[in-house]
């Protein structure tokens, strides 16, 4: 889709962007069911060549925000493309109710084009159906003279990262198995200012990968681990971001039991998160140094699968008994942790669909966070604005004792069903060298939705892409100014 300033062509579709209050378009019969946040309306040109208006509705003006922008954008997009109009135009008469102006602002319009492109996004590989044809332009201002290019470019390449990482999500698991995985991120990353190197096979045992080897011994495709590095800047704080990768979670000999357990591919979200704002990041050549590390496995019972009441031993010298084959996210994560502490990395973010229990703390709408008090509260940040909510939860060390073991160091599951999330950051952290800062995201809950709304549909999310992109953008940019001062 091109954003086009003045033009002569007259757009098929007209978008009336109204708020609950708002006085204008006089001459439309809008109700205030209309102008509710997410409801639209059309109405049809009484002849052929005559104008489509679609009133699309903010909600209060008091609470207006760029995420409330990009849902517009999402839900105009997805009904202008559903009727296969070519091309529209925001009404001019708009811009001063949303802005204030007659001129967009740059982030108003990155903002635009990434709702618009998310919320048009489907994933039909799999289905004997072709996609609409796409919208060609739309014209968000009449002045000739606006130059909305670089915005709209950014607003594009973290939409197409979000759409990266949904796509993997959403993919079969029979298509995306641990090593094709391996084979796709290398894909995704040819010709990239990064280097890949991929650990697998007698290399993980050398390195003592041991909770990949127990988790992905039964399947028939082997565990992997693969560390994306990114140094643009040598002397940038080197920040590892970690993103659990379980293909397909089947529970291991714990099996799950459900109707539909499709959504088990689901289980790499984090992985996909990491992939996505790694391409944002590299992509706008960010200066840093970043080492993407993925922990890759499928959690599936056969007769050489880990069982309960294994031991599974860590080159940090601790030991964890395995209570429930179902709790594996935790038992990779060590794994990478660890090595991205060996590595050098002095900041460390994990990010992973990890257990259910945080939905039933926060809903299905914001994610978790624990760890480091000064990162937690920017990643909160970012997300009110960005639309990747999250909200932090507490580290509380009395409750260490619940993952104590007779048999091991620890147990990897909790002796209580209380406060599961809170329990699983609280395993992670004991892998985490204190010197370090951390931060442990949960994103179990936010990883796919049931509906279409806005600019998120059915299936995956790409929770986490643009949130993570934006804190090592903001990282960067407190760094150049504390340089400079």
Not at 359 to 378: F, I, M, R, S, T
Not at 379 to 400: F, T
Not at 440 to 463: C, E, F
Request: proline share 4%; glycine share 10%; aromatic share 8%.
């Amino acid at each position: 889709m091109e954003i086009k300033t003045g033009t002569e062509q007259k757009a098929e579709v007209l978008i009336e962007l109204v708020f609950s209050d708002g006085g204008y378009a006089p001459e439309l019969p809008v109700s205030a069911k209309m102008k509710e946040r997410g409801a639209q309306a059309w109405f049809y040109g009484r002849s052929p060549g005559e104008q489509d208006i679609l009133i699309i509705g903010l909600g209060a003006r008091n609470r207006f925000s760029m995420e409330i922008l990009r849902e517009a954008a999402g839900n105009a997009g997805r009904a202008i493309q559903d009727i296969g109009k070519k091309t529209a135009a925001v009404n001019p008469s708009c811009l001063h109710e949303l802005f204030g102006s007659t001129l967009w602002p740059q982030e108003a319009v990155t903002a635009w084009v990434e709702g618009w492109q998310l919320g048009t996004y489907l994933f039909i590989k799999y289905k004997s159906v072709e996609k609409q044809p796409p919208v060609e332009w739309i014209q968000l201002s009449p002045d000739q003279q606006q130059d909305y290019a670089t915005a709209a470019e950014l607003g594009q390449i973290r939409a197409e990262a979000t759409s990266l990482a949904r796509d993997l999500c959403n993919e079969a698991a029979s298509d995306l198995n641990p090593a094709a995985f391996v084979s796709r991120i290398q894909h995704i990353f040819a010709g990239r200012d990064v280097k890949i190197h991929v650990y697998e096979g007698e290399e993980l045992k050398q390195r003592q990968m041991n909770g990949l080897q127990a988790v992905g011994a039964g399947s028939k495709y082997p565990p992997a681990m693969v560390e994306i590095s990114y140094t643009s800047d040598p002397d940038a704080e080197h920040l590892a971001l970690i993103g659990k990768g379980v293909t397909f979670d089947m529970g291991g000999m714990n099996l799950k039991d459900a109707r539909d357990l499709s959504d088990a591919r689901f289980d790499m979200g984090g992985a996909a998160a990491i992939i996505g704002a790694m391409d944002v990041l590299t992509r706008l050549k960010v200066r840093a140094r970043i080492s993407a590390i993925i922990p890759i496995v499928d959690n599936v019972p056969d007769g050489g699968a880990f069982l309960p009441s294994d031991v599974v031993r860590y080159p940090n010298g601790l030991t964890v008994q395995v209570v429930n084959t179902d709790a594996e996210g935790r038992l990779i994560l060590a794994d990478a942790i660890l090595h991205a502490i060996r590595s050098g990395a002095t900041q460390v973010i994990d990010v992973a669909t990890l257990t259910g229990a945080v939905g039933h703390a926060l809903g299905l709408k914001v994610a978790g966070v624990w760890g480091d008090a000064e990162y937690a509260e920017q990643l909160m940040q970012i997300g009110e604005r960005n639309g990747d909510r999250i909200w932090r939860l507490p580290l509380v060390d009395e409750d260490e004792e619940l993952l104590n073991s007779p048999y091991a160091d620890l147990a990897n599951l909790a002796s209580n069903p209380y406060g599961g999330a809170n329990m699983a950051a609280l395993f992670l952290r004991r892998f985490v060298d204190s010197k370090a800062r951390w931060c442990h995201i949960d994103m179990a809950n936010t990883a796919q939705v049931p509906s279409t709304r806005g600019y998120k549909v059915l299936g995956a999310t790409g929770y986490g892409v643009r949130l993570l992109a934006d804190f090592v953008c903001e990282q960067i940019s407190a760094s150049e100014r504390g340089g400079n001062s």
